[in-house]
C-alpha cells in the first residue's frame, strides 16, 4: 500500500453523527486526495490538497471537510450533512510538479451506517 | 465532459489464458494514463503508466498500449494467474496549473479460474 495507512478498516456511523477517517503517508509527499467509491461506479474526488493547510474540493465534497495541518496527514470527517455515506473510502497522495506522476492509494476505510 | 470507459465490465479465464481489457477515453487535455490493478477491498496499485509520446509499457506480464489518436488503450495480461483475479483501473489525467485531474473508469472485473 505504498507507505499510506487508513484508519480505521471499518467504521459504523450512526444517524446524526460525525465520523473521521484518517489518512497518514509517510512518502514525503505534496498533494493528498480522498476519493469515495462505489459499487459499479469510478473512484470519485471529494476533497484534495496542495500543499499544507491548503485544500480544494472535488466535484462531491457536499457533507465532507478535510484539514491539511501537516504534510503527513490529511483527515476527511463525513458529517451528518452527506446522507448517504456508505461507501469505500481512499486517500491516495503523489509527488507534485510533473505531469507523470502516478498516485499512491491506501488500503481504504468502508463506511457503513446503522 | 471528460470520461474514461472500459470494456467488458467483467471476464472469467482459466489459469494459463492471455486476456486484453480496453479503455475508451475523452478527457482533455490529455497527460498521461494509468492501468491500476484492485484488489477486493484494497486500495489500487499503479501497474503502468503512459504519457502522449508512449505506445507501449510493460511490467512483467502486463503490457499496456496507447493510441493518443484514436484516444484508446489495451492492457494485455500475458499467462494468467489466480492471483491476477482483480478490478483493472484505468486512469486518465489532465494536468494544468500544476494540479493533475484525473478521471477514473469503472473498472474490468477479472477472475481467473483453475
Known amino acids: 500500500d505504498g507507505g499510506i495507512t487508513q484508519s480505521p478498516k471499518y467504521l459504523f456511523r450512526k444517524e446524526g453523527q460525525n465520523v473521521t477517517l484518517s489518512c497518514e503517508q509517510n512518502l514525503n509527499h505534496d498533494a493528498m486526495y480522498w476519493y469515495r467509491q462505489d459499487p459499479g461506479q469510478g473512484l470519485r474526488l471529494i476533497y484534495y490538497?496542495?500543499?499544507?493547510?491548503?485544500?480544494q474540493k472535488g466535484d462531491i465534497a457536499e457533507g465532507y471537510s478535510v484539514s491539511r495541518e501537516k504534510k503527513e496527514s490529511f483527515p476527511l470527517t463525513v458529517t451528518s450533512a452527506q446522507k448517504n455515506p456508505t461507501a469505500f473510502y481512499l486517500c491516495a497522495s503523489s509527488p507534485t510538479g510533473g505531469a507523470s506522476k502516478a498516485q499512491y492509494f491506501g488500503p481504504g476505510t468502508r463506511l457503513l451506517v446503522l | 465532459k471528460n470520461q474514461v470507459e472500459q470494456s467488458p465490465q467483467s471476464l472469467i479465464i482459466l489459469e494459463g489464458k492471455n486476456c486484453t481489457l480496453q479503455c475508451n477515453y475523452t478527457v482533455s487535455p490529455f497527460s498521461n494514463l494509468r492501468w491500476y490493478k484492485q484488489d477486493t477491498g484494497r486500495g489500487p496499485v499503479s501497474l503502468t503508466i503512459?504519457?502522449?509520446?508512449?505506445n507501449t509499457k510493460s511490467n512483467g506480464r502486463y503490457t499496456a498500449t496507447l493510441d493518443a489518436d484514436t484516444k484508446q488503450s489495451s492492457l494485455h495480461i500475458t499467462a494468467s494467474q489466480l492471483s491476477d483475479s482483480a478490478s483493472y483501473i484505468c486512469?486518465?489525467?489532465?494536468?494544468?496549473?500544476?494540479?493533475?485531474?484525473?478521471?477514473f473508469g469503472t473498472g474490468t472485473k477479472l477472475q481467473v479460474i483453475p
Open positions: 486512469v486518465v489525467s489532465s494536468y494544468s496549473g500544476g494540479y493533475q485531474k484525473v478521471t
Open positions: 490538497s496542495q500543499i499544507v493547510n491548503d485544500f
Open positions: 503512459m504519457t502522449f509520446s508512449e
